[in-house]
Protein backbone atom coordinates (compact mmCIF):
# COMPACT_ATOMS: atom_id res chain seq x y z
CA UNK A 1 0.00 0.00 0.00
CA UNK A 2 1.23 3.10 -0.76
CA UNK A 3 0.25 6.88 -1.65
CA UNK A 4 1.83 6.82 -4.70
CA UNK A 5 2.77 3.70 -6.56
CA UNK A 6 3.20 1.03 -4.52
CA UNK A 7 6.64 0.27 -6.35
CA UNK A 8 8.71 0.73 -2.79
CA UNK A 9 6.03 -0.93 -0.75
CA UNK A 10 5.81 -4.28 -3.02
CA UNK A 11 9.79 -4.25 -3.55
CA UNK A 12 10.42 -4.06 0.59
CA UNK A 13 7.49 -6.30 1.50
CA UNK A 14 8.50 -8.77 -1.28
CA UNK A 15 12.43 -8.98 -0.21
CA UNK A 16 11.07 -9.67 3.61
CA UNK A 17 8.54 -12.57 2.68
CA UNK A 18 10.95 -14.38 0.99
CA UNK A 19 12.89 -15.09 4.22
CA UNK A 20 9.64 -17.43 4.78
CA UNK A 21 9.54 -20.06 3.31
CA UNK A 22 7.13 -23.09 2.81
CA UNK A 23 4.61 -19.98 2.93
CA UNK A 24 1.98 -19.03 0.05
CA UNK A 25 1.19 -15.46 -0.11
CA UNK A 26 -1.52 -13.59 -1.98
CA UNK A 27 -0.06 -9.99 -3.07
CA UNK A 28 -2.61 -7.26 -3.68
CA UNK A 29 -1.08 -3.70 -4.16
CA UNK A 30 -3.19 -0.89 -3.09
CA UNK A 31 -1.85 2.69 -5.02
CA UNK A 32 -2.50 6.08 -4.51
CA UNK A 33 -3.90 5.85 -1.03
CA UNK A 34 -3.42 9.55 -0.61
CA UNK A 35 -6.33 11.13 1.81
CA UNK A 36 -8.18 10.05 4.76
CA UNK A 37 -11.30 8.67 2.53
CA UNK A 38 -8.99 6.31 0.05
CA UNK A 39 -7.47 5.25 3.61
CA UNK A 40 -10.91 4.42 4.80
CA UNK A 41 -12.01 2.41 1.80
CA UNK A 42 -8.65 0.64 1.98
CA UNK A 43 -9.15 0.14 5.47
CA UNK A 44 -12.66 -1.48 4.18
CA UNK A 45 -10.78 -3.90 2.32
CA UNK A 46 -8.04 -4.99 4.69
CA UNK A 47 -11.16 -5.97 7.18
CA UNK A 48 -13.26 -7.70 4.34
CA UNK A 49 -9.76 -9.55 3.67
CA UNK A 50 -9.31 -10.85 6.73
CA UNK A 51 -12.97 -12.00 7.45
CA UNK A 52 -12.87 -13.78 4.46
CA UNK A 53 -9.62 -15.83 4.46
CA UNK A 54 -9.66 -16.39 8.23
CA UNK A 55 -6.19 -14.88 8.38
CA UNK A 56 -4.74 -11.67 8.95
CA UNK A 57 -3.32 -9.89 5.89
CA UNK A 58 -0.03 -8.52 6.50
CA UNK A 59 0.23 -4.80 5.19
CA UNK A 60 3.32 -2.86 4.12
CA UNK A 61 2.87 0.68 3.77
CA UNK A 62 4.98 3.42 2.26
CA UNK A 63 2.67 6.19 3.39
CA UNK A 64 3.88 9.78 4.34
CA UNK A 65 0.84 11.27 5.97
CA UNK A 66 0.22 11.00 9.38
CA UNK A 67 -3.26 11.40 9.29
CA UNK A 68 -3.49 8.91 6.51
CA UNK A 69 -1.08 6.41 8.52
CA UNK A 70 -3.39 6.98 11.50
CA UNK A 71 -6.75 5.29 9.50
CA UNK A 72 -4.98 2.48 7.93
CA UNK A 73 -3.23 1.48 11.76
CA UNK A 74 -6.79 0.67 13.11
CA UNK A 75 -7.24 -2.35 10.30
CA UNK A 76 -7.53 -6.08 10.65
CA UNK A 77 -4.19 -6.82 10.11
CA UNK A 78 -0.62 -6.39 10.86
CA UNK A 79 0.39 -2.94 9.46
CA UNK A 80 4.13 -1.93 8.92
CA UNK A 81 4.92 1.63 7.29
CA UNK A 82 8.71 1.84 6.44
CA UNK A 83 8.22 5.94 6.14
CA UNK A 84 6.58 5.52 10.17
CA UNK A 85 9.10 3.08 11.05
CA UNK A 86 12.08 5.43 9.82
CA UNK A 87 11.19 8.77 8.90
CA UNK A 88 10.54 10.00 12.38
CA UNK A 89 14.38 8.63 14.00
CA UNK A 90 15.87 10.05 10.69
CA UNK A 91 14.14 13.42 11.75
CA UNK A 92 15.62 12.82 15.31
CA UNK A 93 19.26 12.14 14.32
CA UNK A 94 19.35 15.21 11.71
CA UNK A 95 17.27 17.55 13.95
CA UNK A 96 14.90 18.48 11.35
CA UNK A 97 11.53 17.60 9.91
CA UNK A 98 10.72 16.17 7.28
CA UNK A 99 8.86 17.55 4.36
CA UNK A 100 5.88 14.65 4.82
CA UNK A 101 5.14 15.44 0.73
CA UNK A 102 3.78 12.14 -1.12
CA UNK A 103 5.72 11.14 -4.28
CA UNK A 104 8.90 12.47 -3.70
CA UNK A 105 10.61 9.49 -4.28
CA UNK A 106 9.32 8.35 -7.83
CA UNK A 107 8.16 11.67 -9.10
CA UNK A 108 8.90 14.03 -12.30
CA UNK A 109 10.94 16.38 -9.91
CA UNK A 110 14.60 15.67 -11.39
CA UNK A 111 13.80 16.21 -15.14
CA UNK A 112 17.58 15.88 -15.87
CA UNK A 113 17.23 12.17 -14.21
CA UNK A 114 14.34 11.20 -16.18
CA UNK A 115 15.70 12.57 -19.27
CA UNK A 116 19.06 9.88 -18.61
CA UNK A 117 16.81 7.20 -17.88
CA UNK A 118 14.74 7.75 -20.78
CA UNK A 119 17.91 8.39 -23.78
CA UNK A 120 19.50 5.39 -21.54
CA UNK A 121 16.27 3.04 -22.62
CA UNK A 122 16.23 4.10 -26.22
CA UNK A 123 20.01 3.41 -26.49
CA UNK A 124 18.94 -0.30 -25.30
CA UNK A 125 15.85 -0.47 -27.01
CA UNK A 126 18.01 0.54 -30.33
CA UNK A 127 20.72 -1.80 -29.80
CA UNK A 128 19.42 -4.56 -29.26
CA UNK A 129 20.03 -8.15 -30.42
CA UNK A 130 22.93 -6.59 -32.70
CA UNK A 131 20.75 -3.81 -34.01
CA UNK A 132 22.34 -0.46 -34.96
CA UNK A 133 25.67 -1.40 -33.39
CA UNK A 134 26.05 2.21 -32.33
CA UNK A 135 28.94 0.84 -29.89
CA UNK A 136 30.84 3.70 -29.22
CA UNK A 137 28.38 5.24 -26.93
CA UNK A 138 28.13 2.27 -25.23
CA UNK A 139 29.27 1.80 -21.44
CA UNK A 140 28.44 -2.14 -21.43
CA UNK A 141 27.95 -4.74 -24.19
CA UNK A 142 26.62 -7.14 -22.92
CA UNK A 143 27.60 -10.77 -25.45
CA UNK A 144 25.88 -13.90 -25.18
CA UNK A 145 23.89 -16.69 -26.94
CA UNK A 146 19.98 -16.02 -27.95
CA UNK A 147 18.10 -16.40 -24.46
CA UNK A 148 21.04 -16.14 -22.03
CA UNK A 149 19.32 -12.71 -20.63
CA UNK A 150 21.22 -9.87 -22.35
CA UNK A 151 17.66 -7.85 -23.31
CA UNK A 152 16.14 -7.99 -19.98
CA UNK A 153 19.54 -7.43 -18.71
CA UNK A 154 20.24 -3.77 -20.81
CA UNK A 155 16.69 -2.33 -20.56
CA UNK A 156 17.34 -2.72 -16.56
CA UNK A 157 20.24 -1.12 -16.29
CA UNK A 158 18.91 1.65 -18.80
CA UNK A 159 15.92 2.21 -16.81
CA UNK A 160 17.37 1.64 -13.09
CA UNK A 161 20.99 3.36 -13.44
CA UNK A 162 20.86 5.11 -16.51
CA UNK A 163 23.58 2.95 -18.14
CA UNK A 164 23.71 2.88 -21.83
CA UNK A 165 23.98 -0.63 -22.51
CA UNK A 166 23.88 -2.63 -25.77
CA UNK A 167 23.88 -6.37 -26.76
CA UNK A 168 25.29 -8.93 -29.57
CA UNK A 169 23.91 -12.46 -29.89
CA UNK A 170 26.50 -14.68 -30.70
CA UNK A 171 25.74 -16.65 -33.73
CA UNK A 172 26.79 -19.99 -35.37
CA UNK A 173 29.02 -18.24 -37.45
CA UNK A 174 30.90 -16.11 -34.77
CA UNK A 175 30.48 -19.17 -32.53
CA UNK A 176 32.16 -21.28 -35.22
CA UNK A 177 35.75 -19.44 -34.65
CA UNK A 178 37.35 -18.68 -31.30
CA UNK A 179 37.77 -14.92 -32.11
CA UNK A 180 35.86 -11.82 -31.09
CA UNK A 181 32.93 -10.99 -33.91
CA UNK A 182 34.42 -7.97 -36.21
CA UNK A 183 31.53 -5.63 -34.99
CA UNK A 184 32.76 -5.99 -31.20
CA UNK A 185 36.47 -6.15 -31.61
CA UNK A 186 36.79 -2.28 -31.10
CA UNK A 187 35.25 -2.19 -27.67
CA UNK A 188 37.06 -5.37 -26.21
CA UNK A 189 37.16 -3.40 -23.06
CA UNK A 190 33.29 -2.81 -22.54
CA UNK A 191 32.67 -6.36 -23.46
CA UNK A 192 30.73 -8.78 -20.62
CA UNK A 193 29.45 -12.38 -21.21
CA UNK A 194 26.65 -14.32 -20.35
CA UNK A 195 26.00 -17.60 -19.96
CA UNK A 196 23.60 -20.11 -18.43
CA UNK A 197 23.14 -23.65 -17.57
CA UNK A 198 22.45 -25.45 -20.93
CA UNK A 199 19.55 -27.44 -19.07
CA UNK A 200 18.28 -24.12 -18.43
CA UNK A 201 18.91 -22.89 -21.94
CA UNK A 202 16.88 -26.10 -23.61
CA UNK A 203 13.90 -25.29 -21.12
CA UNK A 204 13.55 -22.10 -22.25
CA UNK A 205 13.58 -22.26 -25.98
CA UNK A 206 11.72 -25.05 -25.93
CA UNK A 207 9.09 -22.98 -24.65
CA UNK A 208 9.37 -20.27 -27.43
CA UNK A 209 9.96 -22.82 -30.27
CA UNK A 210 8.94 -26.59 -29.32
CA UNK A 211 10.40 -29.30 -31.69
CA UNK A 212 13.23 -27.27 -33.22
CA UNK A 213 17.10 -27.32 -33.97
CA UNK A 214 17.17 -24.07 -32.05
CA UNK A 215 15.40 -25.49 -28.92
CA UNK A 216 17.63 -29.34 -29.04
CA UNK A 217 19.66 -30.33 -26.61
CA UNK A 218 23.46 -30.81 -29.03
CA UNK A 219 22.97 -27.56 -30.25
CA UNK A 220 22.24 -25.70 -26.70
CA UNK A 221 25.48 -27.33 -25.81
CA UNK A 222 27.39 -26.72 -29.01
CA UNK A 223 26.75 -22.76 -28.20
CA UNK A 224 27.00 -22.75 -25.09
CA UNK A 225 30.42 -24.51 -25.30
CA UNK A 226 31.46 -22.53 -28.33
CA UNK A 227 30.74 -18.81 -26.08
CA UNK A 228 32.02 -20.11 -22.86
CA UNK A 229 35.44 -20.77 -25.10
CA UNK A 230 35.43 -17.45 -26.97
CA UNK A 231 35.07 -15.97 -23.24
CA UNK A 232 38.23 -17.20 -21.76
CA UNK A 233 40.51 -16.78 -24.61
CA UNK A 234 39.53 -13.28 -25.32
CA UNK A 235 39.64 -12.77 -21.55
CA UNK A 236 36.39 -11.63 -20.85
CA UNK A 237 34.80 -11.40 -18.12
CA UNK A 238 31.54 -13.59 -17.68
CA UNK A 239 28.31 -14.61 -15.77
CA UNK A 240 26.33 -17.99 -15.17
CA UNK A 241 22.43 -16.22 -14.98
CA UNK A 242 20.96 -19.63 -14.14
CA UNK A 243 20.51 -18.66 -10.65
CA UNK A 244 20.17 -14.89 -10.63
CA UNK A 245 17.40 -12.24 -10.95
CA UNK A 246 17.35 -9.96 -13.44
CA UNK A 247 18.37 -7.36 -10.95
CA UNK A 248 21.52 -9.40 -9.49
CA UNK A 249 22.82 -10.02 -12.91
CA UNK A 250 22.68 -5.77 -13.34
CA UNK A 251 24.31 -5.41 -10.07
CA UNK A 252 27.24 -7.98 -10.55
CA UNK A 253 28.25 -6.61 -13.85
CA UNK A 254 28.26 -2.92 -12.28
CA UNK A 255 30.47 -4.62 -9.65
CA UNK A 256 32.92 -6.21 -11.95
CA UNK A 257 33.09 -3.59 -14.47
CA UNK A 258 32.92 -0.81 -12.45
CA UNK A 259 30.37 0.67 -14.34
CA UNK A 260 29.60 4.41 -13.22
CA UNK A 261 25.96 5.23 -12.38
CA UNK A 262 23.91 8.25 -14.02
CA UNK A 263 21.22 7.14 -11.62
CA UNK A 264 20.16 5.75 -8.36
CA UNK A 265 17.60 4.27 -7.36
Known amino acids: MSDQTGVTAETMGHS ?6 G ?12 DVDKAREALRRIDAAAVEDGERPIVFGTIVQ ?72 ADVILVGVSRSGKTPTCLYMAMQYGIYAANYPLTDEDLESSRLPP ?19 QQ ?31 GLPFL ?6 IEEISVRIIEATGIERRLRP
Open 16 to 21: LMTQFE
Open 23 to 34: RQFRAVTLPFVS
Open 240 to 245: DTTQCS
Open 66 to 137: DEVRAVLEKCNGLFLDFFGAFVGRLEQELAVRSSHRAGQAHGMADSTAYATRIDATNYALANDDGSNRDYGA
Open 183 to 201: ALQPFKERLFGLTIAPQRL
Open 204 to 234: IRAERRPGSRYASVPQVQFELRAAETMFTRN
